[in-house]
């Protein structure tokens, strides 16, 4: 049975998709920068600039602003309109931090429901289910006993997804964060010649990085969440 528009396998299932007019299936990103006192307050506004350039970035991916939202001092939220997106905007997050050294990182729990039509920029606001949900991913991820940074509620797939990715990201190193974020903000055709540009580096340098970043087997799982629908 062929799903709605802005639906995914799974939670079109769960949601049943019975949006009314003024609802619609979104992807929310609720994240809070990983021991921000430490960071101190110059640090964190750096983070926070580089944060809404990453969701400036992504907004060819999901046609329209992310209406990137800061709260709670060290917190932050961002609405995905296209929800097969998530996983590689959660990972354009966490690189394009990474990128600048280890001791920049953010947590982020992903929240997939039904929310109201999207009016106003500031998403604190906004108590919809999926904004309850990634709430509660956000709780999962900082409560972790094991050292987790991205959590999920919801999809069984993307959560299996995320935590694996969760895992290979953790280990990038600040060149393979800048390598990687490239990779996953730029459309499709040449990549690696595009972001050797972008990077200022060979294409070989740029194939060893991601090669060493796990890119190849991110692809594949990035490959079936965009397109499992098509």
């Known amino acids: 049975m062929a799903t ?10 769960y949601f049943g998709c019975a949006m009314s007019e003024n609802t619609q299936v979104v992807t929310v990103l609720n994240g809070d920068l990983v021991n921000s006192t430490a960071l101190g307050a ?4 750096m983070a926070f600039e580089r944060l809404q350039k990453v969701a400036k970035d992504l907004e060819a991916w999901h046609g329209g602003s992310l209406l ?3 709260h709670r001092g060290d917190g932050w939220q961002v609405v995905l ?3 097969r997106y998530a996983l590689r905007s959660v990972l354009a997050f966490r690189a394009r931090l990474r990128s600048y ?30 904004f309850e949900l990634s709430g509660a991913a956000l709780e999962t991820a900082k409560n972790a006993t094991m050292d987790m940074k991205l959590a999920s509620w919801g999809n069984r797939e993307f959560c299996s997804m995320l935590s694996l990715a969760d895992y290979m990201s953790a280990s990038w190193t600040a060149t393979q964060s800048a390598t ?6 730029t ?10 540009k972008k990077l200022g580096k060979s294409r070989q340098a740029v194939a060893k990085s991601v090669e060493g970043a796990g890119y190849p087997y991110l692809f594949s799982a990035l490959h079936f969440q965009e397109h499992q629908n098509d």
């Open 68 to 70: 990137f939202t800061r």
């Open 187 to 196: 459309s499709s055709g040449a990549k690696f010649t595009k972001v050797a």
């Open 81 to 83: 309109r296209e929800p």
């Open 101 to 130: 050294g280890p001791e920049f990182d953010t947590y982020i729990g992903v929240g997939t429901g039904p929310a109201s039509i999207l009016e106003s920029p500031n998403l604190n606001e906004y108590t919809d289910k999926a």
């Open 4 to 13: 709605k528009k802005g639906c995914i396998s799974g939670i079109a299932t």
């Open 180 to 185: 990687m974020y490239q990779m996953l903000v």
């Open 42 to 45: 110059e640090k964190v506004e």
